[in-house]
């Protein structure tokens, strides 16, 4: 599981740029009217990345919130200088099952504005918060092809409390809409015990075997097709502000996050990476 044979197939690595006490699991604690007074931790997490993937010789595309990014627009400009992807993750990072069709068309117009400004690269990429874009609103697929974006991929093909697009595609796909046509890059997932599973990174990456998300990639290898993998600043940051927080939830938000980049490198060392645009033809011109 852990050679370092060159892979034929360049992954899809996703970085889901937020602040530590954005995360939808400590919302009730951290509600968007505190966030002006909590300490700043993005900059270095993201700056650490940054030199491990330039080591590793990957790129990647980097799902921004937009409050962030006008918050720190010298990080979001290191990151396009590197040769990475800026993508939208709205602009308040709240799931798309609490916004209106309203709000949410003006989340990613506002936030791919942003991002194109600090970035000077279009940016045509979606992912929604917490994977949840889910079944009855795929109205924000609509809205996304009406703002200009090329591709979405919020749709976790499983089965799982809190979101999940389950029987959706595993592999990445055109998805028709009355708006129009959107390319969907689903997060990687195994076919475990005639199930499909989560394996795409985040809290399955940090807390569980690596095995886990290496199996997946090399599966979706094996199909002829990149996966993709996704985690998040605050996940490789242990000396991040401690919310007193539920035990199950402070488990899910900071266990495991010591060992993050040794598993980075891991990751980095027996598969290719790339950003969507960079990797996937049919986004060409985009």
């Known amino acids: 599981m852990d050679g ?3 892979a034929r197939v360049a992954h899809f690595f996703t970085c889901d740029v937020e602040e530590w006490y954005q995360v939808v699991a400590l919302a009730p604690w951290a509600p ?13 997490a993201v700056d650490a990345l940054l030199q491990r993937m330039a080591d590793a010789g990957a790129l990647g595309t980097f799902f921004t919130v937009g ?31 609490h ?22 690269h279009p940016c045509v990429g979606f992912r929604a918060p917490s994977f949840s874009i889910v079944r009855g609103t795929e109205w924000a697929l609509d809205v996304l092809v009406e703002e200009g974006y090329a591709y979405d991929s919020s749709l976790f093909p499983v089965k799982r409390a809190g979101y999940g697009y389950e029987g959706g595609a595993r592999d990445a796909h055109w998805i028709d809409r009355p708006a129009g046509r ?7 997932t195994l076919a475990l015990l005639g199930r499909t599973v989560p394996a795409a990174g985040g809290a399955y990456f940090r807390i569980l075997p690596p095995q886990l ?17 996704y985690i998040h600043p605050w996940e490789w940051d242990p000396g991040q502000p401690r919310l007193d927080v539920p035990l199950l939830t402070r488990i899910r938000h900071y266990a495991g ?25 049919e986004l060409a011109g985009r």
């Open 4 to 6: 370092t044979t060159p």
């Open 32 to 44: 968007m009217d505190r966030w002006e007074g909590f300490e700043s931790r993005v900059e270095a």
């Open 67 to 97: 409050w962030v990014a006008e918050r720190h627009p010298a990080m979001v400009r290191r990151i396009a200088a590197a040769g990475h992807e800026l993508a939208s993750h709205t602009y308040d990072h709240q799931r798309i099952t």
């Open 99 to 120: 916004q209106t069709p309203a709000h949410f068309r003006e989340s990613v117009r506002r936030t791919k504005r942003i991002l194109e400004d600090l970035a000077g």
């Open 182 to 188: 959107l390319r969907e890059f689903p997060p990687a």
């Open 213 to 229: 998300v290496h199996a997946a990639l090399a599966a979706a290898e094996s199909r002829g097709h990149p996966g993709t993998f």
């Open 257 to 281: 996050q010591g060992g993050v980049m040794a598993r980075l490198d891991r990751l980095f060392r027996r598969f290719r990476f790339t950003s969507f645009r960079a990797g996937a033809p």
